[in-house]
């Protein structure tokens, strides 16, 4: 068994989408890792899968998605199945919502699609209207990034993916409204993806987040991954991690004035922490991605 990255490593950090027929494109005996945030939208015949050993099954007018860093296995799936694929990378996902309210929606995600027999982590099932809108969007992204070769691409399709996002969770949430309450778990990491956001620069310690939800640290961190399949502290250093590839990516800023708008306590402390969770130096990754993207 072997792992296959998608996209594929040439298309990493950038947008690119694309219609597959799966027979061609599936192998049964590898093991698939997003490297960014993934949506598959089924729109003909049916898939078993599993994530993190959690058995699925995806069928026509499905929608999957996958987080960055979740290992897919495809079991099964009928030869007449077609997909249309986006693959988005976290820190391009990260700005293409564009208001705070957005990025909130965004990280509940996790959270919403576990509350319900028809919406779990991974696959929904959208309605008539909802499925239509987003044929429609894929449509129109596939066509201007195929993938995307520069950054002028990548800004045209931002509006285009943050719809796609907002047009899921609105049509899961009315799905869920007709299922049953949230729970206090739910609840509990629910808050948290939204307070996020908003506060993971001033607060990056998990007791802040656990004082919010008025429970223990221990407690919070055990709702969190159960929930997320990721513990609070896990989600701090994503949320910095992502900003920090953004910045470095879409704006002229220096490492030292990144690392002091991420609230590092030196350039030298973000430097090894971006290296660590990146593979490479923060000066490195923004030569990469110019000479990439031919900025």
Known sequence: MTTQYIPHAKYADTICAFRVECSKYLNT?????????????ISNGEIEYSVD????????????????????????????????????EESLMNSAMRTETSKQK????????????????HHAEL???????LHNIFSMIIERVPPAASLDA????????????????ESIGVSLNSIRPESRMEKIATDFMESLPLNYLEHQDVEFYADQACVSVK????VVKKMTSATPVEWINRMLTTKARELLWL??????????VLKFSSPSVFIRFFRRRVGCTPERYKSQQKQKHGM
């Open 106 to 121: 965004l990280l509940t995600l996790p959270v919403l699609m576990k509350q319900g027999e028809k919406v779990d982590m």
């Open 29 to 41: 005996e590898d093991v698939y890792v997003s490297t960014g945030w993934t949506l598959w939208q």
């Open 127 to 133: 309605n008539e209207k909802a499925l239509m809108e």
């Open 251 to 260: 704006t002229d800023m220096s490492v030292n004035h990144i690392s002091d």
């Open 219 to 222: 407690y919070f961190t055990a």
């Open 154 to 169: 990548i800004e045209l399709v931002m509006p285009l993916v943050e719809a796609m996002v907002l047009i899921i969770i």
């Open 53 to 88: 050993d959690s058995l699925r099954h995806g069928y026509a007018h499905h929608v999957l998605l996958f987080a960055p860093q979740d290992h897919v296995r495809i079991h099964s799936f009928s030869e007449d199945l077609n997909v249309s694929v986006l693959c988005v």
